[in-house]
């Protein structure tokens, strides 16, 4: 059936299709575009997260392999015997340092029957075989502590001291003339690891070092030099710690 009052129209014009196929180019160019730029952002975000990843991973490899480096450097105190001192090297910052850390049993442990100990230092009437008379004493507090041993020369000498905690408590001077012509011998505590006396009562040497002049005999000669050791403190002393 025709009905006449319903038209058809095709618009065949060429402008017409050309308009059609310019929107259809349009919506087909614009797609991917769109689609490329949300690919572009996430590539961005993809690679800055993997650049992060390997840095942070890099750094925590070095940092890893510094800890490595220390730990096997350093020098931990291990404490067996609640009742005496225990004694390491600390490492070194520079060749000619003497430094050691220290564990002096507690104030509980002392009661308990442990040894309290004080700093022993001596700079003449040195002999091998025994302790000099001429000591210069510091009662040593409990807990852990580092000792230091510094010889500085000054104009008239040198000064021998040391230090507990970076604080001096021991100083004594000596003149040129301990120094002249002098051969030495000594020795000094280096050990890699922790190191207590075989009893509580038992001294403990950190430092001797024995200035000679010619060949002396060592063993009745009383020499000049540095002898730095903890001595334990008798039972009638430890009242006065």
Sequence with gaps: MNDSNV?????????????TRNGLESRVRRGPLQWNLKTLI???LL?????CYYRL?????????????MRAESKALVILHADRVAVVSAPKTWSDQKKWNVALPSKEAV??????????????????ER????????????????IELKTIETKDGFNVRVLLDDQPVIEVSQPHVWTKDRGGIGSVVTEEQSFQPARAGDA???YSIYYTE????????????????????????????
């Excluded at 991973?57 to 480096?69: L, P, T, W, Y």
């Excluded at 302790?131 to 580092?146: K, N």
């Excluded at 000049?224 to 050791?229: A, F, H, I, N, T």
């Design 111 to 128: 009661g308990n029957g442990g040894a309290a100990y004080k700093l022993c230092l001596a700079t003449s009437g040195l002999q091998l």
């Design 7 to 19: 038209d058809f129209e095709i618009d065949t014009s060429e402008s017409h299709r050309s308009d």
């Design 204 to 206: 403990m040497s950190l």
């Design 214 to 241: 010619g060949k002396p005999s060592l063993s009745k000669t009383r020499l000049r030099g540095v002898e730095l050791w903890l001595e334990p403190v008798i039972a009638r002393d430890k009242e006065a710690l």
């Design 57 to 69: 991973r890099h750094d925590n490899e070095r940092v890893r392999s510094a800890i490595q480096v």
């Design 131 to 146: 302790r000099p008379t001429a000591v210069t004493e510091f009662a040593l507090p409990h807990g852990r502590r580092e």
């Design 42 to 44: 996430l590539l961005a």
């Design 47 to 51: 690679c800055a997260s993997w650049f």
